[in-house]
């Protein structure tokens, strides 16, 4: 039975062209730019910690930094354990999902991307070579009236980084009516199956987008419990610093 879709298993690409060459150069330039932004972020956490330590203590002592800075750690530590148990349940609805995909779409094998794969590597062949590896997904097309959109299916947590995420998602919301029309011409069967199947390639991309959004939170409260423990102890230091610096 021929459905609005198909499927192309993942694999492991040697690619040595140019092109290939310029993606991992970009891919390194991403990591270090991911770098700077939670370097960034941990800035301006510590930026606002530092301002509400400046209204609230009157002297710079232990008795009162201590104090307000354990109200800081408590609150933080609180943000990461719910939103780790909410982390947690996408990661596990995204598990369920996944198999069901698997058990719906005939022709979908159960490929699995290894963790410590990248998706961009090289490796030393030789006195100033390398050979340059491209990690891909399975895919999924889905055949439209008058275009067609190929997503990759992500199957581990891994890909939930250095797939586009966002963007895919956003694309199924725009391809869904698309897709609708495609598939209402068919037997009501079929026609389940091939919407059940872009609904749950779909939720998929939502349940990573929570998850994603659930880690970043839990970041912000990781670094309020790390800024609270640096202002319990050095607050009065930082204060003199700036004090001087702004002099």
Not at 13 to 33: E, G, P, T
Not at 34 to 46: D, E, I, Q
Request: proline share 3%; charged share 15%.
């Amino acid at each position: 039975m021929e459905y609005n879709y198909s499927v192309r298993e993942g694999e492991l690409l040697q690619i040595n062209s140019r092109k290939a060459r310029m993606v991992i150069r970009f891919a390194v330039l991403f990591r270090f730019l991911k770098m700077l932004l939670l370097l960034f972020s941990f800035g301006v956490t510590v930026y606002v910690t530092y301002l509400i330590f400046r209204e609230c203590i009157t002297d710079a002592a232990l008795t009162e930094c201590i104090p307000l800075g354990s109200i800081f750690a408590t609150f933080g530590s609180a943000v990461i354990s719910v939103i780790s148990l909410y982390c947690n349940k996408q990661s596990s609805l995204f598990q369920e999902n996944l198999l069901a995909l698997h058990e719906q779409v005939p022709g979908l094998s159960s490929w699995k991307r290894w963790p410590f794969m990248k998706r961009y590597s090289r490796e030393r062949s030789g006195l100033f070579q390398h050979t340059y590896h491209v990690l891909r997904n399975p895919q999924i097309t889905f055949q439209g009236q008058k275009r067609s959109l190929t997503i990759p299916l992500p199957t581990c947590t891994a890909d939930f980084y250095d797939l586009p995420i966002v963007v895919n998602a956003v694309k199924m919301l725009c391809f869904y009516q698309t897709f609708l029309k495609s598939a209402a011409g068919h037997r009501a069967t079929r026609e389940r199956n091939e919407i059940s199947t872009f609904y749950c390639t779909l939720v998929i991309y939502r349940n990573i987008i929570r998850y994603k959004a659930g880690t970043f939170l839990m970041l912000i409260g990781s670094e309020f419990v790390l800024a609270s423990i640096i202002f319990s102890f050095f607050y009065g230091s930082v204060s003199e610093l700036l004090a001087l610096a702004a002099g």
